[in-house]
């Protein structure tokens, strides 16, 4: 569906974007992560075909990016997007679904559709009295009025609160289902984790990390397990519950307790999976921190960190 080689991107001497090469498969959900100046931004308007690169090519939908034909099959979200404040948004949208020819009754369906999938209310009040997280999901209609096959998104859910952040997410991972090929980019990137298919980090313009977030973690991160066993083992340390803990960074490390706590007439209980976030592989990369806000309902408790977590009823 989209197909990247040597793209590259100049002003003057500064390099923006520096021989990216990445391929998005249709019906997928891509996310580009890096902290500013990375060359997200830039990376996401040459696919949008608003900027010319300097260098290599950008094909999205089969046709190349600076191809007037190819906007029919997109849709761009930018991370500002100015809304007409005097509209409402049913105007606004039927505004827009004319400058594509979409046909009235066609438009008017899929534009209240497309409402309803956002519950987004107030569709006959002027934009310019809706709060922020209204107006982003009327831009999020307005890249949907043509029916796009690519969807390109900078940034969209930022600066939204917690509720209106999780509702734009699940209707991101819905247009999968619609088999909609989803780009987007992010600041926060347990947003990116939660949702994306495959994922690539840039910094000072290039790509440094890239595949799934299973596959980065596996590359460049590191997974620990915490075994709980009942009874005191070499390497073990007493907890709270009256058990004892250890953590290792092998299966075979865990195998080698199991056995020990069973020759010793007891059972290993319990084993956590620990893998690395997106935002820590990102940090040991880069060596720079971004902002990862999380609502309540994102994180866990301080005293379980998020993990695979394997209870076991009896000794192995």
């Known amino acids: 569906m989209i197909e990247v ?24 959900i891509f996310g580009v992560v890096g902290p500013n100046g990375a060359g997200k931004t830039t990376t996401l308007k040459m696919l949008a075909g608003l900027i010319e690169p300097t260098a290599g090519t950008a094909t999205v939908a089969g046709f190349d990016a600076g191809d007037p034909e190819m906007r029919h099959q997109l849709g761009f979200l930018p991370e500002e997007s100015p809304l007409y404040e005097d509209m409402t948004a049913r ?7 004319d400058l594509y020819d979409v046909p009235r009754d066609v438009a008017s369906d899929r534009i209240e559709s497309t409402l309803d999938r956002l519950d987004l209310e ?10 922020k997280g209204m107006k982003r999901k009327v831009a999020i ?7 796009p096959d690519v969807l390109i ?4 859910a930022s600066g939204l609160d917690p509720l209106t952040t999780n509702s734009v997410l699940d209707f991101t991972e819905e ?3 619609d088999d909609k090929t989803v780009v987007f980019s992010a600041h926060n990137l347990y947003h990116v984790e939660s949702v994306c298919d495959r994922v690539v980090i840039m910094n000072e313009g290039r790509i440094i990390a890239r595949g799934s977030v299973s596959e980065i973690r596996e590359e460049h991160g590191d997974t620990s397990y915490r075994v709980f066993s009942d009874t005191a083992l070499d390497g073990t340390e007493p907890t ?9 960074d092998t299966m075979a490390e865990v195998e080698e307790l199991q056995d020990a706590a069973k020759a010793a007439g007891g059972s290993v209980t319990d084993i956590r999976t620990d893998e690395p976030s997106l935002e820590s592989i990102f940090l040991e990369l880069t060596g720079q921190q971004m902002p990862s806000p999380r609502t309540a309902a994102d994180t866990a408790p301080a005293d379980e960190p ?8 009896d000794s192995p």
């Not at 080689?5 to 997928?28: H, M, N, Q, W």
């Not at 209609?141 to 029916?147: F, G, H, K, P, T």
């Not at 998020?306 to 009823?313: F, K, N, P, W, Y």
Request: hydrophobic share 35%; proline share 1%; aromatic share 12%.
């Open 122 to 131: 107030y569709r006959d009040r002027r934009l310019g009295d809706v709060s």
């Open 91 to 97: 105007s606004y949208l039927r505004f827009f679904a």
């Open 5 to 28: 080689s040597g793209l590259r991107k100049t002003y003057g001497d500064f390099a923006a974007v520096v021989g990216s090469d990445f391929e998005i498969e249709r019906g997928k």
């Open 240 to 248: 709270a519950d009256g058990r004892h803990r250890a953590v290792v």
């Open 153 to 156: 998104y900078d940034e969209p």
């Open 175 to 177: 247009l999968r289902e």
């Open 141 to 147: 209609a307005r890249s949907l009025v043509n029916d």
């Open 306 to 313: 998020a993990a695979d977590r394997h209870e076991l009823e």
